[in-house]
């Protein structure tokens, strides 16, 4: 899929030559090839505190990623701090106030000019004893906002909330400010191609590997996610999703998307079984091809999803075949768009059923040959969470996968199964690329990153999502939308 033109360099240098009232993207830095154990070489983190064993994880997980780590925090414990400076980090010069200490972090983190990406790892606390402590913490906001403001191109700010902000009514007077202030932080950094996210975290490791990928290039087109860190029953997070030789599915693969996702899980040695409907064996085929000729496994099953028979197809072919499955993506969709006074009963239920139905059928028939630990993607859509003119059954469709996704993962909890949803926005598919360009112009606006996402955004999202990278992640839903400027 071509890249989008707004992004090439000729076109830039035009249009800039030109007072028209649209904005330029900036090009998103992402990653290529295999998922590498160092994705963060090349880039800075810059930490505001380093007090306890979340901090210590956070930092050293990034600095083993291959990012040159500065430690802001002056009333820092000096053993933790000992630690990331014994492994090549340093500590910035002590400044008095929070702001200045970043701003100077950064400048210290590189030479003058130094436009490598900084991820800001900002820990929100709550000081102890302090009748203003939610004063004093979102004043602590504004800081790091006005540091972040200021970051090189393709930054990220990640805002940390540890489990002593929960269970009173500080704590979370304090969480909600911090989600408040990302919610429109996000839409101000996503201009620059960066962008902020928040993590609630129950579990340090999964947090630092949850950071670790949002700070990442496979992260790029991903802007203001509100996620949780949990423990999880399949064991801890990992640096990379450990995908080789596992056993995934994805449905609706012959092209676009799925297509995209096929490749990538490949490409991370995962034995990638495709499904679409017969009449797209041709570009199947093609796909499956191309995975085999970089050394991949892939096999094809024709199937209708939306079938009893379909559903038990793909079971049977995958039992013969691999004997279990270590993944789903449930990844086949359709529109069928109507405004409700044009909408028919079959255009309703197509969807519902292709979109949502399915979901149920292919998961009930795989049941069987699920490993345990198995993780499960489902693919939902920002119509699903914010709604869109004359398409009342799409978004029905996705917000329901929304929340299959949430009873999904409490279900299979206890088994170490994780369930969660993606909810792309625009991206630039063959079925996009057939909007408008007036439509798509206004569809880009919308972002916060002014930009479509690639196919291989919700890939990398995916690849992600199934591995053993996001173990503490589950029933949950990730935007991978640049930013939208409404919804969620
Ligand atoms: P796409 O290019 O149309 O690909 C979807 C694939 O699913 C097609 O190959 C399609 O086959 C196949 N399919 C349809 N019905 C099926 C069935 N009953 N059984 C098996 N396969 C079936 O769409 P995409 O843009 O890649 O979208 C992939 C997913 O992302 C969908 O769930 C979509 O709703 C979601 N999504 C996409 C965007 C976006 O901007 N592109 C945004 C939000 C969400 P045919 O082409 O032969 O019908």
Redesign the pocket.
Known sequence: MQDDWSLNPNVRKLLQRVPLPISLPTPLRRGQGRTAVTELVGTRAVLTHVRDALDLALAQAVQHAGAAVTIVDAAGDTTLTGRVVDAGGQLAPATADLPGGVLSAIAASGATGDRRPVTLIHRVTRPHGSDVAVNDATDALLAVGHAAASLPPNSRLLLVLGMELRGDATGALITAATQGFARSAFKELGKTGSACHVIRVEDAQAAAALATFLAGPRAAFLNGLDLLAQKSLAGDAAPTPELDGKVVLV????????AAIAERLALEGAHVWI???A??QA?AADTVAQIRARGGQAEFIA????TLS?AQAIADAIRQGAGHVDGVIH?????RDRTLRKMSVAQWRQVLQ??FG?MHLVQTALAPILQPGASMVL?????GISGNFGQTN?SAS?SAVIELARQWACEGFARGLRANAI?????L????AQMPVINREMAKQLTAMLQPGL?LD?ADLACFLVGAQSRGVTGQVLRCDGGMAFGA
């Open positions: 449905t609706g693969a012959a092209r676009g998307i799925g499904n679409d409907i009449q797209s570009a199937a209708d999803v939306g379909g990844n086949a969709g359709i529109t292709v979109n399915a693919m939902s859509s920002v119509m799409y996705k909810a792309p926005g625009f991206i598919t063959d079925m996009t196919p919700v």
